[in-house]
């Protein structure tokens, strides 16, 4: 059965039968934090998919993927009209079979176009962004355009964000060994995009969200000698400069599951509603990176002093051999307040997409999970990536608040909107439906399976 077909049947049946899993007396008492899923798409081809983004008004989402040998498609635009139906509008290819596509975003003050990284896999592989047209000018929705492509200096565009009000972008140039972190660009005119400034601290910055709230930029500095959480200050959009920096090079490394580490900073999130940020960790192999409550103003902590007052694992981390890379470390994660509740989810890897209950930010507690197609055993594996042959492998989870609903991209599974509530969670440990998520299919499957797929 030709591979994306299998998948969205297994899917749909996967998804019909999980809402009968229902609640227990038990489960009243539950922590608050549950999710459950809505609908789910993917599409003919077969990259691997990384970052998932929603269209300010929730119309649209975007998926950026890796070329694999099976596809050389970089970006898929997904209609959410029917957020129980979502359907695959386009599948753009990359520039070419040796450029990767790491992140996606859409304008945030004109409809009809998105952002896409570059990033190179080898000698003729291109480093930069794109600007893609489906409505703006000439192009649409299953015709889209390339009206745009800005080079970037060092090794192309990892990650990048928007700033809410003003026709800018914030790009990350991935590179320990220079020394700006930052690069800003003028995209007043999208088919023209300028690079404007470059800004420090040096090292390897990884991701970045602008803070309308506070009018900064939290970046993450995942390796070189910035390593760290550093805030931005905005008040000239187009130069940023540096406010804090959280270093971690003096602080402890992750030695057990359970107790926070500071290794490879890999995401800095802003709580929209309280003086908080979530900052994840990413690591390969070995103790996991989890998420870390930072206090910026809630407490005794600031924007110039953040002080870390509260940790959390992914709820079944375990550490990871070299055939498990990534597995059960944290990725990108979302921050929702709903009905006096404060809830974190998180796309990560193979933990699925979970949810963590971070209304006392001292004590986050992670609560249910949803396998994003965890069941499905029979998938075509993608080779020579670092995804695994069968789902979940999420890569990111980030929530729509017009219409609140979360959209997790899984690198092998592809797009899913899921409903996340302050209800209580269900299931044994508040895990939820045994239904969402089966640990123990997933683990007896995992290192024989990921060996023979990868030939190692």
Not at 429 to 454: F, K, M, Q
Request: hydrophobic fraction near 35%; include cysteine.
């Amino acid at each position: 059965m030709n591979r994306r077909r299998f998948l969205a049947t297994a899917g749909a049946a996967l998804s019909l039968s999980l809402p009968i899993a229902g609640c227990s007396a038990a489960d009243e008492d539950g922590e608050p934090g549950r999710i459950d899923p809505r609908g789910h798409t993917l599409g003919n081809e077969s990259p691997m998919y990384t970052f998932g983004h929603a269209s300010d008004d929730g119309r649209w989402g975007v998926l950026g993927s890796f070329p694999t040998a099976e596809s050389d498609v970089a970006s898929t635009l997904v209609d959410l009209s029917e957020l129980d139906e979502p359907t695959v509008t386009h599948e753009l290819e990359s520039a070419n079979p040796e450029t990767r596509s790491n992140d996606v975003k859409f304008d945030a003050l004109r409809e009809g176009l998105y952002y896409r990284s570059q990033e190179a896999d080898g000698a003729n592989g291109q480093e930069g962004l794109e600007v893609i047209d489906f409505g703006w000018a000439e192009g649409t929705p299953t015709e889209p355009e390339r009206i745009a492509r800005l080079e970037t200096p060092n090794t192309g565009v990892h990650k990048l964000t928007t700033h809410p009000e003003e026709p800018v972008l914030y790009l990350v140039d991935l590179d320990p060994n220079v020394d700006v972190g930052v690069i800003t660009v003028d995209v007043g005119d999208p088919a023209a995009p300028e690079l404007v400034d470059a800004v420090g601290p040096a090292g390897g910055c990884h991701d970045l969200e602008y803070d309308p709230v506070r009018e900064v930029l939290h970046a993450a500095y995942i390796m070189g000698p910035g390593e760290g959480y550093v805030v931005y200050d905005v008040d000239d959009p187009l130069r940023p400069t540096v406010r804090s920096h959280f270093e971690y090079a003096d602080r402890p490394d992750y030695e057990a599951v359970g107790e926070p580490g500071f290794e490879l900073c890999h995401q800095a999130h802003p709580d929209p509603e309280r003086d908080l940020v979530i900052v994840g960790d990413e690591v390969e192999t070995g103790v996991p990176g989890g998420k870390h409550v930072l206090d910026i103003g809630w407490d005794e902590g600031s924007l110039d002093d953040p002080e870390p007052i509260g940790f959390t694992h992914a709820p079944d981390a375990r550490e990871m051999d070299s055939s498990e890379a990534f597995w059960w470390t944290t990725h990108f994660h979302d921050l929702v307040h709903t009905d006096d509740e404060a809830l974190l989810v998180d796309g990560g890897y193979r933990q699925g997409a979970w949810v963590a209950n971070v209304t006392d930010p001292t004590n986050p507690v992670p609560t249910e999970r949803f396998g994003t197609l965890g069941g499905v055993d029979e998938v075509e594996a993608l080779e020579e990536t670092v995804a695994p042959s069968t789902p979940p492998f999420a890569w990111s989870a980030v929530y729509n608040d017009e219409r609140e609903f979360v959209l997790a991209s899984d690198s092998v599974s592809g797009a899913h909107v899921l409903e996340l509530s302050a209800e209580p969670a269900r299931g044994e440990d508040n895990a939820g439906p045994v239904d969402h998520y089966d640990l123990e299919s997933i683990r007896s499957d995992d290192a024989e399976a990921i060996n023979d797929a990868h030939d190692r």
